[in-house]
């Protein structure tokens, strides 16, 4: 008996301390354990600084993300991940090697040092896309993906 291999997600946003610790954790809350997914950020901030996530996480998604450390993308096996997620176009154009068919690139500004309504506006987008994910809600890659 073959095993089936989750489908995975990279998200990757400048800081891994707003945009993709959301995303990463919307998804881990939408498809739970049938989809294998991480974050990282180009320029990975202190983990004090994802703060403002965490918080919006907690009281709006009811998710704990509070042991979340931020990860810098260059420490991340890229090639082991079916898609990897650009937060945003100024993003997807730093990753450079990875193919167009995996490169899947969102436009959610970056909610950083903003107020909590920002954070919720962006975790609630950021909702919306994994809606566009090509994985059904069971965690299989489509077919046609």
Known sequence: MTEVRKPSVLFVCKGNTCRSVMAEALTRRRFGDAVQVA???????????????????????????SSHLPRHFRDIDVNSFDYVVAMDKYIAKELKGIPKERLLVWNIDDPWDNDMAEYKRCGLIILRYLSRLPITHSGQQEANA
Request: proline share 11%.
């Open 39 to 65: 974050s990282a950020g180009l320029r990975p901030q202190p983990p004090e600084d994802a703060k403002n996530a965490v918080e919006t996480l907690r009281v709006e998604f009811n998710w704990d993300t």
